[in-house]
């Protein structure tokens, strides 16, 4: 892949990032179901992760025809010197954002681990105290031996949060502990609920989507939207019932009160996640249960139907590929197959069809001569 054809991919899959976002906010709004809506917000990131893979690894179908063609040789020549800097540079630009996100990423891990080893482990009446409701079912199912939770106490950090990366743990500010028990169990229900939904995988895989696409407005959008629907989700899953609501605002309020610390997000998952992200949660809680609508879950059909649209529409969107390198052909409806894929394959013994050549320097040599041609004629007597 040269230069032109980076920066061909670069601005293709932003663009196919966009309409896929929009796609998934569309069907967020159609879903009122939080439950819904992280999953489709989990589901357009590993669609994005996928489009970022194929169009590394894979030939395109070339939908929109070259436009470039009809210029003239001087022209072209002009077009593919500037495409190609503009692809260096974007390449420069883009691999130096990746590796400071990934620096980035890793520091906060190291300090989310550092903090770990900071706190100290519950005590049997602490563990009896957070997980006291038996009657929950997110509880009990965490509460079988081969699902144990890790519970540790933290005297410096004020919002509970629940951390997996080999197995799962469950912070708890000291503080929270002499709260009345109903608003303890609000909080272990809310994060529990997060470790059952497996929410730290899902948060680790946006921030890695986030590392690629570090420079589109929209991905970030998308990740704060989809941590919205994550801790909706968690807030209708800590209240069992209407009359739970007071408690549970109380809580929020507890913890609010508290302030919020700067802390590196790592793949924590935190209870007070903001003070804006807080007074929207309260909000809709009211909202919710002020509303006289249906909020029971749809039927599994209902549930279904948004997934298996948005991967026709990925795979829609994904072969429409502007047109920006100038030295494409137009004969072919597939774009070349890239080196590095195409080596591996043969490697394998696995051939790669070539749709076409893509040799620059010889396209450039015949621009060269093309360009040069009425220049000869224009100095030849006859």
């Not at 949060?161 to 002499?178: I, K, R």
């Amino acid at each position: 892949m040269n230069s032109a054809q980076f920066l061909e991919f670069l601005v293709s899959l932003s663009i196919q990032a966009t309409v896929l976002v929009g796609i998934t906010d569309w069907l967020c709004r159609v879903s009122r179901w939080p439950q819904a809506q992280y999953k489709l917000w989990s589901y357009c990131h590993l669609l994005l992760l996928l489009l970022t893979g194929c169009g590394l690894l894979l030939p395109h179908l070339r939908v929109l025809t070259n436009p470039w063609q009809i210029m003239s040789p001087e022209a072209l020549q002009q077009l593919v010197s500037v495409e190609q800097s503009l692809g260096q540079l974007a390449l420069v630009i883009w691999a130096t954002g990746i590796l400071l996100s990934l620096i980035m990423l890793a520091s906060e891990w190291i300090t989310v681990a550092r903090f770990l080893k900071s706190c100290r482990p519950a005590t049997e009446s602490e563990v009896k105290l957070v997980f006291n409701d038996q009657s929950s079912h997110l509880t009990s199912t965490f509460l079988q031996p081969n699902a144990s939770i890790q519970l540790l106490i933290s005297q410096r950090f004020n919002s509970p949060f629940c951390y997996q990366w080999h197995a799962p743990v469950l912070v708890m500010p000291e503080y929270l502990l002499s709260l009345p028990q109903d608003e303890i169990t609000f909080i272990a229900r809310h994060e529990l609920s997060h470790l059952r939904s497996g929410h730290p995988l899902q948060l680790f895989i946006e921030r890695l989507v986030m590392t690629l696409f570090w420079f589109h407005p929209a991905i970030w959008w998308a990740s704060r939207q989809s941590m919205l629907a994550r801790e909706y989700a968690c807030d209708d899953a800590a209240i069992s019932a209407r009359y739970e609501v007071v408690g549970y605002l109380k809580t929020l309020l507890a913890v609010a009160e508290r302030g919020f610390h700067k802390e590196p997000e790592g793949s924590a998952l935190y209870f007070g996640s903001g003070s804006s992200m807080m007074a929207l949660r309260g909000r809709r809680i009211l909202a919710r249960f002020e509303s006289t609508a249906d909020w029971s879950p749809p039927d599994q059909r209902a549930r279904w139907w948004p997934f298996h649209l948005m991967t026709a529409m990925a795979m829609i969107t994904w072969s429409f590929w502007l047109p920006v390198d100038a030295l494409a052909s137009s004969r072919m409806a597939w774009s070349p197959w890239p080196g590095w894929s195409a080596a591996v394959l043969r490697t394998i013994d696995i051939s790669a069809r070539d749709y076409e050549p893509y040799d620059r320097s010889t396209r450039l040599h015949e621009l060269s001569l093309e360009s040069s041609q009425p220049q000869a004629s224009s100095r030849s007597p006859y």
